[in-house]
């Protein structure tokens, strides 16, 4: 096709200016300078002996979704070697921390001919689960060459994606046979599978409504919660630039008739915590306090700045509340889930696109509540902090809902598990 010809003169140019991108990116510490091998195929890891399950994820929202089929793989075949893949600094950290200590995992490398072959020829994986929507074309041109069978899982096409696809229905549709099953997250991204003439597509459901909860450092929680005892507290999850001023333009208002209250901001990014904190003090003249400088919390502190990695569950643990970020601002959102195993109000913005399905089920549960406008948050937050008790049925029922949504990645694996019957892989 002459696209990938095209393509891959592109990636031949870009690939002289490959590693003083990842030399720049190491300095806004994005990557990892001990391990930008892995980003030209390359690795001091040897591949364990038996079978392997590659497994990519693009960050960490596909790395905490695919957290229960992975968990499930390693309860029913625990002589199956897991390998994880992902493109960010972020979520490397976070698998890490998240997943058994048997997983290993690897940056993806760029979506170049050489490097695949490197990476392919060293791991040699039996079969390859690849996660929502992120489709490399020389990837997927190396993984049908060496006819490793792969499956789409938790596949998610959004309206924009679509119609980028579309321009190039026929390149989509030959690099989408890749896979042997395609399973959609929603009806959305089933319709759109059909229409590039997927054949082979299962929808069972959005394995993020199975997700596990993330995890809390109990003596951690215990210590917050005696030093942030009384406090009215209200979290600002995952949030983007714009949403901070925006919330503390509402937290201002808010603490001159209850000074009670504490804002906690855990950023999407939290290498901006600093930037974060110096716009609290200096334009609002708040008492900050930032998780990384590790300073002395005191009664007078009225924001937090949860400037870590793999924390939010701790959190969500403490708060009353919790807004998702990226919904209050035009970003899409981020996923609510998480947040309902933690007995709090989950309250997202007009701008869940990323996540309508997600949100629009919460809703229909009444699992969560949406504001169109900011204008309606400081009264909500005022009404439920005047409150002796305040109303926790949103959290309940939040509670019971994710709680119904864990059999998922069972139903996943028989059907992975029967496609490759002929495989005879699962078979001891």
Not at 87 to 97: Q, Y
Not at 302 to 324: R, S
Not at 358 to 364: F, G, M, R, S
Not at 402 to 417: F, G
């Amino acid at each position: 096709m002459i696209l990938l010809k095209l393509y891959n003169i592109l990636i031949t140019l870009l690939s002289f200016i490959a590693k003083p991108y990842l030399l720049y990116r190491v300095k806004q510490c994005k990557e990892d300078p001990k391990r930008l091998n892995e980003r030209f195929g390359r690795t001091k890891l040897k591949r364990p002996d038996g079978k392997l399950i590659w497994c990519h994820v693009a960050s960490v929202g596909e790395a905490i979704s695919v957290k229960p089929l992975i968990t499930e793989i390693e309860q029913e075949f625990p002589q199956i070697h897991i390998l994880i893949t992902s493109g960010t600094l972020t979520s490397s950290r976070m698998i890490n921390s998240f997943y058994s200590a048997s997983v290993i995992h690897q940056f993806l490398p760029f979506d170049h001919r050489i490097w695949i072959n490197q990476f392919l020829n060293h791991w040699r994986p039996n079969l390859i689960l690849w996660t929502e929507s992120e489709i490399w074309p020389n990837f997927m041109l190396a993984i049908r060459k060496k006819r490793i069978p792969s499956y789409l899982i938790n596949a998610r096409i959004s309206k924009n994606s679509f119609k980028n696809w579309s321009k190039t229905p026929k390149l989509f549709d030959f690099l989408l046979r890749t896979f042997k099953l395609c399973f959609p997250q929603n009806s959305e991204t089933e319709k759109y599978l059909k229409s590039f003439n997927m054949p082979n597509i299962k929808f069972i459901g959005n394995l993020k409504l199975s997700a596990p909860p993330l995890p809390v450092d109990t003596s951690q929680y215990e210590h917050y919660r005696h030093k942030f005892k009384n406090k009215h507290i209200y979290l600002l999850a995952s949030s983007h630039p714009g949403e901070e001023e925006l919330f503390f333009k509402i937290h201002k208002s808010i603490l001159k008739t209850n000074k009670n209250t504490l804002l906690i901001i855990a950023p999407r990014h939290p290498n901006r915590g600093t930037e974060i904190a110096t716009l609290a003090q200096e334009k609002f003249k708040f008492n900050v306090n930032l998780k990384t400088s590790k300073e002395l919390i005191t009664s007078e502190t009225n924001l937090y700045i949860a400037d870590t990695i793999g924390e939010l569950g701790l959190f969500y643990q403490l708060a009353d509340i919790v807004f998702i970020g990226g919904s209050f601002i035009p970003h899409g959102g981020h996923n609510p889930l998480e947040a309902c195993y933690f007995n709090c109000n989950i309250i997202f913005g007009k701008y869940m696109e990323n996540f309508k399905d997600i949100a629009l089920q919460l809703l229909a549960n009444s699992a969560a509540k949406q504001f169109s406008h900011s204008k309606d948050i400081k009264p909500y937050l005022i009404k439920q902090f005047k409150q002796k008790r305040m109303d926790k049925k949103i959290a309940e029922n939040a509670k019971i809902f994710i709680e119904n949504q864990q059999n998922i990645p069972k139903l996943i694996l028989d059907e992975i598990k029967a496609s490759m019957a002929y495989y005879s892989f699962f078979e001891s």
